[in-house]
């Protein structure tokens, strides 16, 4: 085993080489290390730079460069920060604080906002909707929505909120996607028995569909765990009609975007994949700052490490609330009655 300066010498050796870490790869082994290639790294650390920079002169200060790559690997492989801390030659506690602080500058309103928004212009939600429908000519989509678990360990505190319906502890992450597996909506602040129509119902972007901040004619997608209404549409529980039938079949198509989404969102940030070791709080901002980086990896089109773009999540939601007593569930008649006049609108059989 080595001794207490052999590892202090690796460390300091290690450090020197990580100062100058974007200059010892190119942008392929950077995106597979950290997910990120040289200008997008350059990007995030000149963005978090006046927040982490140590206010110090010292020669053996961590660099911002270093903290954000620190910050990056454990995000990208979720190890423990002890074996991410030996990977970047710098001591496990200082890793620990070191990821902690890049991980508050980084989950801001500032920079969360800067990457994931909803569409709201009329040129950007046409632009959407017919991506969308690309896929199986179902009109007026703008997102597909869905919620995964994010296992985390026992919370010190309402543990047994924290316990979901497969007897594990998480946080129950609603999240919308795009057509191009782009994030335009996540809410990750819910303990893992909350039920997702609970989410849904409590959320922002529910209030700014019912206060007509979005024009008519957009809707969302989801299934049936989430309350039918006229901006989200959810499939028939027992369609009656070849009509129903042929909503349903393009449904569950369309839908499929969130499913393949939130499955590249995980494999991209490993750490989301496994169990979180930190507090609720702590896991909120990890999530909120994977979906961010998550979407500017897309904006500079950066593939997947393994160069699969597209992976089933394993955590699919398998609620299926009876549509007889949908009001259980805050369905409301006139999101029922949408979906059929929908339905003979846009499925008639052709002629």
């Known amino acids: 085993m080595e001794g207490q300066q052999q590892v202090r010498a690796r460390r300091r050796r290690l450090y020197r080489e990580r100062k100058d870490i974007l200059n010892l790869y190119d942008d392929s082994e950077l995106v597979k290390r950290y997910r990120l290639d040289r200008g997008g790294i350059i990007l995030i650390t000149d963005f978090v730079r006046d927040a982490i920079t140590s206010p110090t002169n010292r020669s053996n200060a961590i660099s911002a460069e270093l903290k954000v790559l620190t910050t990056l690997r454990y995000l990208a492989t979720g190890k423990m920060q002890l074996c991410n801390g030996d990977d970047m030659g710098i001591a496990q506690p200082t ?34 909707q017919a ?15 869905d ?58 972007l529910k209030e700014d569909f019912e206060r007509g901040f979005l024009p008519g004619g957009c809707h969302l997608i989801g299934d049936s765990g989430y309350p039918c209404q006229p901006w989200l549409m959810t499939p028939y529980l027992q369609p009656r009609t070849e009509e129903q039938a042929t909503y349903n079949r393009a449904h569950k198509c369309t839908r499929c975007v969130v499913e393949r989404g939130i499955g590249q969102l995980k494999r991209r940030f490993h750490v989301l994949h496994g169990e979180i070791r930190v507090d609720p709080v702590k896991t909120t901002k990890i999530v909120m700052v994977c979906a961010a980086l998550h979407n500017l990896c897309k904006e500079r089109n950066l593939q997947l490490p393994d160069g699969q773009d597209i992976d089933l999540q394993q955590d699919v939601h398998e609620d299926q609330p009876d549509e007889a007593n949908a009001f259980r569930h805050g369905e409301a008649r006139d999101g029922l009655l949408f979906r059929d006049h929908f339905v003979n609108l846009y499925f008639q059989p052709e002629q």
């Open 95 to 128: 890793a620990s604080k070191v990821i902690s602080q890049t991980l508050n500058a980084l989950a801001t309103p500032a920079f969360i906002s800067r990457y994931i928004q909803f569409p709201t212009q009329q040129n950007d939600i046409r632009q959407t």
């Open 131 to 145: 991506t969308f429908r690309e896929i199986a000519n179902f009109p007026g989509v703008v997102g597909a929505i």
């Open 147 to 204: 919620g995964t678990h994010i296992r985390i360990v026992a919370p010190k505190e309402y543990e047994a909120e924290y316990i979901n319906r497969k007897n594990y502890h998480s946080i129950n992450v609603q999240v919308v996607f795009d057509a191009s597996y782009k994030i335009l909506d996540v809410v990750a602040n819910w303990p893992g028995s909350v039920h997702d129509s609970r989410i849904w119902s409590e959320c922002g």
